[in-house]
């Protein structure tokens, strides 16, 4: 059983740009969520699709958006970079139990200048 | 609105001593409550959850914790350190409905030789 996998491990990017980052989930695993990670923090909830519809959104603006596709293969998009954005970025996905703890990728780090 | 606040930052133990890293949550509804862990350049382990069932719950590695619902706490123990326990770990929270995990700021431990 192969777990959560992400691409790419690093990127930069300028302010400005648009960037798609992407996320495989853990094999059986219906929900993919993403988090942002700033250094020194903790992740802080982005979004969570389902059955590839948005299933709960964090405090972050429209220009965050995300897609999930039917073999539950996920997409990160944010559009207008903005130097805050440079951070750590976090796939997760849940099993079709419905327990609530998830299960991490190695996540995406992203850097914008 | 559901929280959680982990009360050290930093926390700095001699190999072969207890580790003591302390949590406390705020949840209006029973909470889901979980320990990550976070390797530098690595993505989040799942140590240990607690879903209402017992109140003291073994996780990986020899890690433990405790729910106590009078304290609102769950702090994380391990009798005895090891150098590869060395690592920042994150208190996390998550109520039935909601589709988020919540985490602390994190704690960082360090394991002195």
């Known amino acids: 059983e192969t777990g959560v996998t992400q691409s790419p491990t690093h990127l930069i990017k300028t302010r400005g740009q648009q960037v798609t980052l992407r996320c495989s989930s853990q094999?059986?695993?219906?929900?993919v969520s993403w988090y942002q990670q700033a250094l020194g923090q903790g992740p802080q909830f982005i979004f969570q699709?389902?059955?590839?519809?948005?299933?709960g959104r964090g405090n972050f603006p429209p220009r965050f958006s995300g897609l999930q596709f039917p073999n539950y293969s996920s997409e990160l998009n944010v559009n207008a970079l903005e130097l805050d954005d440079s951070a750590l970025y976090l796939c997760?996905?849940?099993?079709?139990?419905?327990?609530?703890?998830?299960?991490f990728g190695p996540g995406t780090r992203l850097t914008v200048t | 609105a559901q929280s959680v606040t982990q009360l050290d930052s930093h926390v700095s133990v001699s190999e072969g001593t207890p580790v003591l890293l302390r949590c406390n949550y705020s949840s209006s509804y029973s909470p889901s409550l979980f320990w990550y862990v976070q390797h530098p350049n690595k993505g989040l382990q799942l140590l240990l959850k607690?879903?209402?069932?017992?109140?003291l719950v073994k996780g990986i590695n020899g890690f433990e914790a405790e729910f106590k619902k009078s304290e609102t706490s769950f702090h994380l123990t391990k009798p005895s350190a090891h150098m590869s326990d060395a690592a920042e770990y994150f208190c996390?929270?998550?109520?039935?409905?909601?589709?988020?995990?919540?985490f602390g700021s994190g704690t960082r431990l360090q394991v002195q030789p």
């Open positions: 094999s059986g695993h219906n929900t």
């Open positions: 607690y879903t209402s069932a017992a109140t």
């Open positions: 997760a996905s849940n099993p079709k139990t419905g327990d609530y703890e998830q299960y």
């Open positions: 996390v929270v998550s109520v039935a409905g909601r589709r988020a995990l919540t």
């Open positions: 699709y389902y059955r590839e519809e948005e299933n």
